[in-house]
């Protein structure tokens, strides 16, 4: 995959958090103190997290791979 479309993708990954951040701002269990233990939507947020963590990692790769070549030119 190139540079671009991970980024691509990190973008449409953190919209959708974007939107299940605004939902978990509405939802009375957010209210809660231990509420975002029991929400599912701040699970998914999680889990968006973690991917677009990996993402952004393979892309900071890829860029530095770019780096090297261009050195070795």
């Given at each position: 995959?190139?540079?671009?479309?991970?980024?691509?993708?990190v973008?449409?990954?953190?919209?959708?958090?974007?939107?299940?951040e605004?939902?978990?701002?509405t939802?009375?269990?957010?209210?809660?103190?231990?509420?975002?233990?029991?929400?599912?939507?701040?699970?998914?947020?999680?889990?968006?997290?973690?991917?677009?963590?990996?993402?952004?990692?393979?892309?900071?790769?890829?860029?530095?791979?770019?780096?090297?070549?261009?050195?070795?030119?």
């Amino acid at each position: 995959m190139s540079i671009d479309e991970l980024q691509e993708q990190v973008e449409k990954l953190k919209d959708e958090m974007d939107v299940l951040e605004e939902v978990c701002d509405t939802l009375d269990l957010c209210k809660e103190d231990d509420g975002c233990d029991k929400c599912e939507n701040y699970k998914k947020i999680e889990k968006l997290n973690l991917k677009i963590g990996e993402l952004e990692e393979k892309i900071e790769s890829l860029m530095g791979e770019d780096d090297e070549d261009e050195e070795e030119e």
